[in-house]
């Protein structure tokens, strides 16, 4: 079983400061994780995902993820925030790369851009 | 098209009806998921298709749910007798194949009056 706990539901940053969002995970197998973004009206868009090959991960917007096995972590950061970066932001397990048992999100994080 | 459709974008209906929500892949897309994002809550792995074959249906929320894909295309979830609970955004994703990363559509709105 895995599950993931997203700290905070919602992360105001201004404008050119570190974007930090949190995500730590447990499963009883090595994971796969994911970060995915929602802008407002539209679809999820995977943003990166880690799969053991590196543990820092580089996506798409600038933005990167640690993966540290042994704080059980998958945090998102970005060096500098843009107002565009304002949407609602998922992290995301899966014991199988997304297939057999699809993906457990967490509950999701609001990340605020303050001009 | 070169994302995952889903239709209706919208959809109001009176509570005890039966609501038939469509998802269609990324052509090729040999893997198809079915997600429930309720106010205020995470996303809720419902079910998935191998092609045109579900596995495990133990995701679904109760026996008003059921899925059905035709082929390696167009799936539908139908839910019967719907309830209030039963209001959220209904999220399809298809992947080339299983273990490989999930593409989105953009969700289907359900409000139950």
């Known amino acids: 079983a895995q599950s993931v706990t997203q700290l905070g539901s919602h992360v105001s940053v201004s404008e050119g400061a570190l974007v930090l969002l949190r995500c730590n995970y447990s499963s009883s197998v090595p994971p796969y994780l994911f970060w995915y973004v929602q802008y407002p009206n539209q679809g999820l868009q995977l943003l990166l995902k880690y799969t053991s090959a590196a543990t820092l991960v580089k996506g798409i917007n600038g933005f990167e993820a640690e993966f540290k096995k042994s704080e059980t972590s998958f945090h998102l950061t970005k060096p500098s925030a843009h107002m565009s970066d304002a949407a609602e932001y998922f992290c995301a397990v899966s014991d199988s790369g997304g297939g057999a048992d699809g993906l457990t999100f967490g509950k999701g994080t609001h990340l605020i851009i303050q001009p | ?113």
Not at chain 2, 7 to 25: A, F, I, M, Q, Y
């Open chain 2, 1 to 113: 098209g070169a994302g995952v459709s889903q239709s209706p974008s919208n959809k109001v209906t009176e509570k005890g009806k039966d609501v038939e929500l469509r998802c269609d892949p990324i052509s090729g897309h040999t893997a198809l998921y079915w997600y429930r994002q309720r106010l205020g809550q995470g996303l809720e792995f419902l079910i998935y298709f191998q092609g045109n074959s579900a596995p495990d249906k133990s995701g679904l929320p109760s026996d008003r749910f059921s899925a059905e894909r035709t082929g390696e295309s167009v799936s539908t979830l139908t839910i019967q007798r719907t309830q209030q609970e039963d209001s959220a955004v209904y999220l399809c994703a298809s992947s080339l194949r299983m273990n490989q990363p999930q593409h989105f559509g953009d969700g289907t709105r359900l409000s139950i009056l």
